[in-house]
């Protein structure tokens, strides 16, 4: 079974400029969260759709947004990057349902520079 | 603010050892306490996992401890391999969601 794909892994990025990352989840997942990790500050929860819809998000300002698909797959978007959004930012998908465990399966990540 | 604390940033411990990284949470309700590991390169997953109706659990080497009172909980790995050498990261949700709220991580390594 395929895992979590990520792309693109790597991008690099000027300030001002927007970006969109894609998450394919394993088949079969319904549900999609995103995560911010830096050094800094760690993981951090962005947002989660299940269903096309947003259930949850964290707080980070308006400049990041997602969507889900009807095929469970996701994209985030970034608009005016900035110096401190240069993250590795994570995908994850769960199962979402009656056999749900709770646990979240991330992809390897996309490592966002912003210069 | 840091939902969830973590220590020790950093721990080594030689082969054979106990590894403990310890936790704690200040919201009540958090009812989901998973631990993950990271690989330099790939993406966490899933070590175990404690629900706060239990006080510990044992899945082969490692074990969590949960104290709902002091609301802590902690992570051992019993007898350390060099293979366990990576980033292990505690968390804690609410309605046993998907939001988890991430400790900072404590990077492990384990001298032969």
């Known amino acids: 079974k395929a895992g979590v794909t990520q792309t693109p892994r790597y991008l690099i990025k000027t300030r001002g400029q927007q970006v969109t990352l894609s998450c394919s989840p394993i088949?079969?997942?319904?549900?999609v969260s995103w995560y911010q990790q830096t050094p800094g500050q760690g993981l951090q929860f962005l947002f989660e759709y299940f269903s096309e819809t947003q259930r949850n998000k964290g707080n980070f300002p308006g400049r990041f947004s997602g969507r889900q698909f009807s095929n469970s797959r996701s994209e985030m978007n970034v608009s005016t990057l900035e110096l401190g959004d240069s993250a590795l930012y994570l995908c994850?998908?769960?199962?979402?349902?009656?056999?749900?465990?709770?646990?979240?399966?991330f992809g390897e990540g996309s490592r966002l520079t912003v210069l | 603010q840091q939902q969830v604390k973590q220590s020790p940033q950093s721990l080594i411990v030689q082969k054979g050892g106990i590894s403990i990284i310890n936790c704690a949470y200040e919201?009540?309700?958090?009812?989901?306490f998973p631990w993950y590991q990271q690989f330099p390169g790939k993406g966490p997953a899933l070590l175990i996992a404690?629900?706060?109706?239990?006080s510990e659990k044992k899945e082969g080497r490692f074990t969590i401890s949960f104290n709902k009172s002091a609301k802590q909980f902690s992570l051992h790995i019993m007898d350390s391999q060099p293979g366990d050498s990576a980033t292990y990261f505690c968390?804690?949700?609410?309605?046993?969601?998907?939001?988890?709220?991430f400790g900072k991580g404590t990077s492990l390594l384990v001298t032969p």
């Open positions: 404690i629900r706060p109706d239990v």
């Open positions: 088949s079969g997942h319904r549900s």
């Open positions: 968390a804690a949700s609410k309605d046993s969601g998907y939001a988890l709220n």
């Open positions: 919201n009540t309700a958090f009812d989901y």
């Open positions: 994850a998908s769960s199962l979402f349902g009656p056999r749900d465990t709770g646990e979240l399966f």
